[in-house]
């Protein structure tokens, strides 16, 4: 049996100047002291030099239109189509501060359909 890779999709966003204080905020928080990063949030650095946050299933909640990160705030998204699947799992929101502004993705596990005993 195989199993499902992760997909990610990066989606088009609008942040807000509240937010990008926000994100601005924790990362030089994060220089500071990587402890002192909020439950459910990571933070690192690509090989360019890129911000790069990564929150887990436990520190975002999708809405229509928005998706709203704990302690951090809102970002809206551009586009009316959903982040993701219903029944996916294992979902985990990317920013990237790169040379061309904020990016935006979400990685996650398709829902597994099993089609056992199936009558055609």
């Given amino acids: 049996m195989s199993h499902t890779k992760s997909q990610e999709v990066v989606l088009a966003i609008k942040i807000t100047e509240d937010l990008h204080k926000a994100l601005n905020a924790l990362r ?10 909020p439950k459910g949030l ?8 890129q911000f790069v946050l ?10 229509p239109g928005a ?20 029944g996916a799992s294992s ?12 990016k935006f993705s979400v990685k996650f596990v398709p829902p597994i359909v099993r089609e056992r005993n199936s009558k055609k």
Avoid: N, Y
């Avoid at 998706?67 to 219903?86: Q, Y």
């Fill in 67 to 86: 998706c709203v990160i704990k302690g951090l705030g809102a970002i809206e998204l551009a586009g009316a189509e959903p982040v993701f699947e219903d």
């Fill in 91 to 102: 979902k985990t929101l990317v920013l990237r501060d790169t040379p061309d502004g904020w």
């Fill in 28 to 37: 030089a928080a994060w220089k500071q002291d990587a402890h002192s990063v």
């Fill in 54 to 63: 990564m929150a887990a299933e436990a520190a975002f909640v999708t809405l």
């Fill in 42 to 49: 990571s933070c690192s650095e690509s090989k360019e030099g």
